[in-house]
């Protein structure tokens, strides 16, 4: 647990703090795999020269980052 979980279960009632503590942990694996996905892709681009770097090396993160934060808000809003 972190401190803000902590904090949180203290002041706010059950409910409240059981749907915050939901939402921090859904935000700790979006960093955790954002940061995989951007350290993977980093290497293959350092390889590169700055001029001769593949659009795909640069398109490729970010639309999967895009679809994974955008599809982790849909979970969090419907579920």
């Known amino acids: 647990m972190n401190i803000d979980v902590i904090f949180v279960q203290n002041i706010f009632d059950a409910t409240s703090a059981g749907a915050y503590v939901g939402i921090a942990v859904l935000g700790k694996f979006l960093i955790f ?3 995989s996905i951007e350290t ?17 090396l640069i398109l490729n993160p970010l639309v999967i980052m895009t ?3 955008v599809s982790a808000l849909v979970f969090n809003v419907f579920f």
Do not use: D
């Not at 681009?45 to 001769?52: G, P, V």
């Open 40 to 56: 993977v892709y980093y290497g293959q681009i350092l390889e590169h020269s700055k001029a001769t770097v593949p659009r795909h």
């Open 33 to 35: 795999l954002l940061l």
């Open 67 to 69: 679809l994974v934060v």
